[in-house]
């Protein structure tokens, strides 16, 4: 039956390359007269009820045609000895009408999801694809025979009798709206999606009798699907860990406290760092309170913590004058290090430290390069009304020698040689074990789009930061040699950096962004992105030779499920529902030979992911997946502080997906960050505990 089902949804775009023998139906009107000669059919030819229930099937929409006959049906002899009823010409024309009626309907359906849901279905898309697409993104298991079955994560263990459960009743009315938007094909990954119920609940859910599937989430980083079939007995069923009860025409979905926790024992050894304070080194380039620190890292190193990540600021390092640099407050710290025999990753950091989430310092850039500014304010990211961002140099500037005689890359190559030459020795015995190469706001691959100093705030999609005059001369190039001057403008109608995207002409759904020039500004805008990172880790690779050098992504994950993707857009990752905008980036990395570090690793329970459309999950599937299929080592690290046992098993599944067919795993993990909260009792313990599960080792409390 499944053959023939999948053989009637080809879309109508195979009509004319294929002739289609449209199968033949049976009337339903004289089912109660013609009841002994359908036995008889049965046990003569049994095809013939099967090829009947297949043709009721492929009808389209939810009602049933009942078509009434007055020709005279006639008999004929099959080769088992049976009889079968065949229809005149002009029945079965109505028949194939019906079915390419069909067809269009089942073909727009698929263009629509593609379209405006990303769903990645392949051209000659069937039933089965979507049907297996809504099963995956649920959190469920689709074998390519089409079995079908819960994925490990959603094998709960149902609590022993007596325990406390809070009952919600709730009818169809009172059940909350979701949202139309169907959720990105990129986000339906197996090894990732519900992988943990962050803050699962013990409780019963009410669900109108009707076959249906629900979605209930408890937190921004919980999702729990219950798939309720037609007929089927789900009553205290053990592979879903769920019990059903009715009353009063409703369904209600007893619910576990918590999904049973995955043992990590003999999983792949994951290296964990903790990333030292921001201000661990002051602007004289002194280290803070060593004595404190050394307490604080001989209690890392009790529990096993393979190093520590530090910040290496341009602004301390060269504050006063071209190529004068102070590496002391460095120095001191590295010898603690080695000392205590730990590793230590290195972020050359070539942005300000102030004015973003979690910065507790304030670190400009150097002196001399602010004096610069203030006289060329076009060495700064620009946005459309004309606002500097001095948080960064503008990527316009890479190539143009506007800072003392050098170039942006000159000034940071420099940089670069000199802490290679200072600190030769930890290097050479393998202490410092990655350089994380600074290429942006935040020390990350992005453009500053959404700057708070400026007014934005999530969700907002984010201004173009084009309009500095070095920028604006590359788009004035690209637009002559593409042989239209009139495109060397940046959008208009592209919204602030709080709208929404279907407030914008530029984003909306059917929106410029693509259009003729839509597709011209954003490729050349998001080309100057990767070209700014090639031409940084060219170097870094020059300078760091033999040491493993990585680049810094980070997730922007609202507006995922939109068709324009509008905050990726603005921070210059050209990842339209109709295209991959992380595929230059990774062929970029790859021939680079470095590694990836993604910070989308989790998100903060206060967003609202619903009314954003977002998707952080989706996101980090389809970057981390995509760099992995690139042979490109990913590392991570959390990005809102984590301490409790929930958020690390969060952290876990993301680092080594259980489901992942090659095993693969994160190459290290940062956690963010090293504070006396940490070091309290309750909290060390937790996470000496997160750092054994990430290094693979058993836990003696741990039960199965």
């Known amino acids: 039956m499944a053959a023939e089902i999948q053989r009637f949804a080809i879309s109508e775009e195979d009509d004319d390359e294929m002739g289609m023998d449209v199968k033949e139906e049976d009337d339903d009107d004289d089912e109660d007269d013609d009841d002994n000669e359908d036995k008889n059919m049965v046990t003569s030819n049994p095809s013939a009820v099967v090829g009947s229930d297949v043709g009721v099937l492929s009808t389209s929409g939810s009602n049933r045609f009942v078509m009434q006959h007055n020709q005279q049906y006639q008999d004929q002899q099959t080769p088992l000895g049976g009889s079968r009823r065949c229809r005149p010409q002009e029945e079965k024309e109505r028949t194939k009408l019906r079915e390419r009626q069909r067809r269009a309907i089942t073909a727009k359906i698929l263009a629509g999801l593609r379209r405006h849901g990303n769903y990645n279905l392949r051209v000659r898309a069937d039933i089965n694809d979507v049907i297996a697409a809504l099963a995956r993104e649920a959190g469920w298991v689709v074998l390519p025979d089409g079995t079908t079955f819960p994925s490990r994560s959603q094998n709960t263990r149902t609590t022993g009798g007596g325990a406390p459960t809070t009952a919600v009743t709730s009818s169809s009315a009172q059940m909350p709206a979701q949202h139309s938007s169907p959720n990105s094909s990129r986000g339906i990954s197996p090894g990732y999606r519900g992988a943990v119920d962050y803050n699962a609940t013990h409780m019963k859910v009410g669900l109108p009798p009707t076959s249906s599937s629900y979605d209930a989430s408890n937190g921004a980083r919980s999702q729990t699907s219950a798939m309720i079939g037609d007929g089927g007995d789900l009553h205290n069923d053990p592979l879903l860990g769920i019990s059903i009860d009715n009353d009063n025409n409703r369904q209600v979905v007893d619910m576990p406290t918590k999904l049973q926790e995955r043992d990590f024992a003999g999983t792949p050894y994951v290296p964990i760092y903790v990333m030292l304070p921001l201000g661990v080194v002051n602007m004289k380039c002194e280290l803070v309170d060593p004595d404190g620190l050394v307490k604080q890292l001989k209690v890392l190193k009790s529990i096993n913590v393979d190093g520590v990540t530090v910040d290496c600021w341009w602004g301390i390092i060269e504050a006063h004058a071209p190529q004068e640099y102070n590496w002391n407050g460095y120095k001191r710290l590295f010898q603690i290090l080695r000392e205590l025999k730990m590793k230590l990753q290195v972020v050359m950091s070539f942005h300000e430290c102030g004015g973003n989430v979690g910065d507790d310092v304030c670190i400009p850039l150097p002196h001399w390069v602010a004096e610069i500014g203030r006289t060329n304010p076009d060495i700064f990211f620009t946005d459309r009304s004309g606002k500097r961002d001095p948080e960064c140099l503008s990527w316009g500037i890479d190539k143009e020698r506007v800072l003392r005689g050098r170039t942006a890359v000159e000034v940071y190559f420099d940089c670069m040689r000199s802490f290679r030459v200072e600190f030769d020795e930890f290097f050479e015995d393998g202490m410092i074990s990655m350089i994380v190469v600074g290429l942006g706001p935040c020390g990350e691959l992005r453009y500053p ?178 760099a992995w299929d690139a042979c490109i080592p990913v590392a991570s690290e959390n990005s809102f502080p984590c301490h409790d046992r929930q958020g690390y098993s969060y952290l876990l599944e993301r680092a080594k997906p259980m489901s992942h067919p090659d095993g693969r795993h994160f190459s290290a993990f940062t956690y963010l960050r090293l504070s006396p909260l940490l070091t309290e009792r309750q909290n060390l313990i937790e996470f000496e505990r997160f750092v054994k599960r990430m290094h693979g080792e058993a836990l003696l409390e741990y039960q199965r």
């Open 449 to 626: 789009c959404n700057p708070v100093k400026h007014g934005w705030r999530y969700p907002g999609i984010g201004e173009f930061q084009c309009y500095d005059q070095y920028m604006l001369k590359s788009l004035r190039k690209a637009a002559e040699l593409r042989g239209h001057s009139f495109w060397a403008r940046g959008p208009e109608n592209a919204g602030s950096y709080n709208s929404r995207p279907h407030e914008t002409g530029f984003f909306c759904d059917g929106g410029d962004y693509d259009g003729y020039y839509g597709r011209f500004f954003l490729n050349w805008y998001s080309q100057v992105l990767v070209d700014h990172g090639d031409r940084v880790l060219s170097l870094a690779k020059l300078a760091f030779e033999g040491t493993c050098v990585s680049a810094k992504l980070s997730g922007f994950h609202w507006w995922y499920k939109t068709a324009s993707h509008a905050a990726e857009l603005t921070a210059g990752f050209y990842n339209s529902s109709n295209r991959n905008g992380y595929a230059a980036i990774t062929a970029m990395l790859k021939r680079h030979k470095a590694a990836l570090c993604f910070t989308c690793s989790e998100t903060s329970i206060d967003m609202d992911l619903s009314q954003s459309l977002s998707d952080p999950e989706g996101l980090s599937w389809q970057v981390v997946s995509g």
